[in-house]
């Protein structure tokens, strides 16, 4: 969700688009004080829409979850469904603005909590004071723990054109008359800040594009790992495909290989071996995102995909245990995106170790998580063993992906 403040045209002749922008800040509210709406955490903001994401500590937070006894007790065997422990909910008031975030359970650790944690958007037509808290009802703070720690940013000055192609982006912070021109070498979309344009609470700023322009018709298939997929993505110029892992599981460099003997199509498929032990929750896969290898953190360095809205990712996967696969956008920390479906719930997917196609529709994974913005996503494709999937049984495993695209058309 965008708040457009001014529209107007550039030399070029087309749409601007801008944003009050207010530098990002991290909330953190204390269990032992903001338990309760009548002890919130009060903060002024300016006019303009608000992004709102839980973190924890690694991320520079205070806190990763509360819990209002102190005690944790009840729990599955998963560590979830406690009777007492670790809850994510937080509460944000400014009325008639009235939300109450999280998932209403609790877990046996505080990092569970935030696994699951919930983010949201909210547009303030004028300057408003918020206020944050958490929804303990009655308030007992003496025994609480913890807290939560919310980042809250105005959305980023950027802009995108749909179906265009241009020469020259122009960000103008008319407030200092500071003016950066951003060449555009084919992309559609760009980031101001990113770019270097300082900008402060109040001042005015515009964006625009300048010809010349054309027009292009929008893109049919976009492949992701694939050789005959016209355009395709190429790593290391405009893309990286990178591997993660976690919690002790074990997935080495040497074990992340191109195969040319086992393949669907072209000359090459990508073929993993790792070793995930899903009692002990480790995680490994791996990803294709937007940028190179330094801008994979980056995730301002994003690609508008919005064209493929009611699409699907289509890919050959051939393995002998269930995986996960997902996309990201970048207004959702890495990690924290819920857009993601197991293999076994995929029509057509059998852990046989046989090349299976699977067809994934993107509105599906948008439900999952609705924070998922198509206009700016960062990772286009991510499998992994994982908890969720039931890892893999603490033994080494391979499976092989060949042939991911994003096409327009939707599954069969």
């Known amino acids: 969700m965008r708040h457009l403040l001014v529209i107007g045209l550039l030399l070029g002749g087309l749409t601007i688009i801008s944003s009050d922008v207010k530098a990002q800040e991290v909330i953190n509210l204390d269990a032992t004080i903001h338990a309760s709406p009548s002890s919130p955490r009060v903060v002024n903001l300016k006019a303009g829409t608000y992004e709102v994401t839980p973190i924890g500590v690694d991320d520079g937070g205070a806190f990763n979850a509360w819990n209002d006894t102190g005690l944790t007790s009840g729990c599955d065997q998963d560590g979830t469904g406690c009777d007492r422990g670790w809850r994510n909910d937080y509460q944000i008031s400014a009325p008639p603005l009235e939300l109450i975030l999280g998932d209403g359970m609790r877990y046996m650790t505080d990092i569970q909590a935030l696994e699951n944690a919930q983010g949201t958007q909210f547009t303030l037509d004028a ?35 749909q179906g265009l192609s241009a020469t020259m982006a122009t960000c103008e912070n008319r407030t200092t008359e500071q003016v950066i021109m951003i060449p555009l070498d084919g992309m559609t979309s760009w980031d101001c800040l990113a770019a270097g344009l300082t900008v402060n609470e109040g001042d005015i700023v515009f964006t625009g594009i300048e010809g010349p322009v054309t027009g292009e018709p929008p ?29 002790g599981a074990v997935f080495n460099p040497e074990d992340f290989v191109e195969d040319t003997e086992d393949v669907i199509e072209g000359l090459i498929s990508l073929r993993s071996t790792l070793t995930v032990d899903a009692d002990q929750r480790q995680f490994a896969g791996w990803f294709v995102s937007w940028g190179i290898e330094e801008e994979a953190g980056d995730n301002t360095v994003v690609r508008d995909m919005s064209t493929f809205q009611d699409g699907r990712l289509i890919f050959w996967v051939k393995s002998p245990i269930n995986l996960e696969v997902g996309i990201r956008s970048g207004n959702i920390d890495a990690g924290r995106e819920r857009s993601k ?13 046989i ?23 960062k990772v286009f494709f991510v499998i992994a063993s994982n908890t969720a999937s039931g890892g893999t049984g603490g033994m080494p495993a391979t499976f092989l992906v060949d042939d991911v695209r994003w096409e327009s058309i939707g599954c069969p």
Do not use: Y
């Open 341 to 353: 479906i197991l293999l076994s719930d995929v029509e057509g997917f059998a852990p046989d170790n």
């Open 219 to 247: 893109l049919e298939v976009l492949g992701i790992f694939s050789e005959s997929a016209e355009p395709s993505l190429i790593p290391e110029v405009d893309s990286f495909i990178g591997t993660f892992s976690g919690e």
């Open 355 to 377: 090349w299976h196609q699977l067809c994934v529709p993107i509105p599906t994974l948008v439900a999952l998580d609705s924070r998922t913005d198509l206009s700016r996503i």
């Open 127 to 161: 300057d408003t004071t918020v206020a944050f808290s958490l929804p303990e009802e009655p308030a007992s703070p003496d025994d609480n723990l913890g807290g939560m720690s919310l980042r809250i940013v105005n959305l980023r000055v950027k802009g995108s054109v």
